[in-house]
């Protein structure tokens, strides 16, 4: 049963975790989005030298559980003189990591536009830079915000995980509370709904610019 009597006591803690996680969340998304597009130019460039590497980073990255990519930029690069404090740490295990599946969405977004589209652009006289970033782009974005906006969320309700480096984020202090009270039920129950409220707003925003700028608005 649910102790509404201790909200009052829980609540102030609780936020102050779902604070932590809005911190984890958005710096990771606002990483992983220059980083997800550096990676999928860097593989669509033709130029072996550069895209081999990142290939070969991306799907080193893929493969690697993310728990384990936070513990090794937290408990095993201070060993080589890298040295983060757990939120830095999230931030940037999370952004990198998220940064890969990005760059195949951002590569699938921009493999999906007309390559007609940048001769087009090319014949009057831009360059290929400037075409892609006043033509091809805008276009792969608007393919892209599906499969973009789901993985918003997900990197939300994967901040999660840094609770495992020690970030007081909500679901580190429900643990906290709930193996100091054992109320499991009731804390538990406002961790859910806290982040609740941080993903249903984020996917209504999300649903709102897919409406606005995805590729339906033609329809």
Do not use: C
């Not at 006289?125 to 782009?137: H, I, S, T």
């Amino acid at each position: 049963m649910i102790a509404w009597d201790q909200l009052g006591e829980y609540a102030p803690l609780l936020l102050m975790g779902a604070l932590a996680t809005v911190r984890v969340s958005v710096g990771a998304i606002l990483l992983s989005i220059p980083l997800g597009l550096l990676w999928a130019l860097a593989t669509l460039s033709g130029k072996a030298l550069l895209a081999k590497p990142v290939t070969y980073l991306i799907n080193l990255v893929r493969g690697t559980p993310m728990i384990v990519l936070l513990f090794y930029i937290y408990f095993v690069a201070p060993d080589l003189g890298v040295q983060l404090n757990a939120m830095d740490a999230a931030i940037l295990g999370l952004g990198f990591a998220y940064s890969t599946y990005l760059a195949e969405i951002f590569r699938a977004g921009i493999e999906a536009v007309d390559a007609g589209q940048m001769e087009a652009a090319r014949s009057i006289g831009m360059g290929r830079v400037k075409a892609m970033r006043r033509v091809v782009l805008p276009q792969a974005f608007r393919l892209a915000l599906p499969p973009l906006a789901n993985m918003f969320v997900m990197m939300v309700k994967d901040s999660a995980l840094a609770s495992t480096i020690s970030v007081n984020e909500v679901t580190r202090q429900g643990q906290l509370i709930a193996a100091s009270t054992f109320d499991n039920t009731t804390v538990y129950t406002l961790v859910a709904v806290l982040y609740l409220a941080m993903t249903l707003p984020l996917m209504s925003f999300t649903k709102w610019l897919e409406q606005r700028f995805g590729k339906h608005r033609d329809r």
